[in-house]
């Protein structure tokens, strides 16, 4: 039995894994502006905190 090894696989796996690592962090950067954020990234004053206000006390998150 001979393996041979394809580029095109190769580079599916690193486009794959580009991917992945973009949606984990995009997932992360919205937790963060639903959750946490009060105005300091999202430079929209308090608009962002109070649209999500009831959603965080839902989930558990701090927010007073």
């Known amino acids: 039995m001979t393996l041979i090894l394809s580029p095109e696989r190769s580079l599916d796996k ?3 894994g580009i991917a992945v ?3 984990v962090l995009l997932a992360l950067l919205t937790l963060y502006l639903v959750g946490f954020d009060t105005g300091v990234i999202s430079r ?3 608009y962002m905190h109070e649209l999500m206000h009831d959603g965080r006390h839902l989930m558990g998150l701090p927010c007073h």
């Open 44 to 46: 929209s004053g308090l």
């Open 21 to 23: 690592v973009g949606v």
């Open 14 to 16: 690193v486009g794959a």
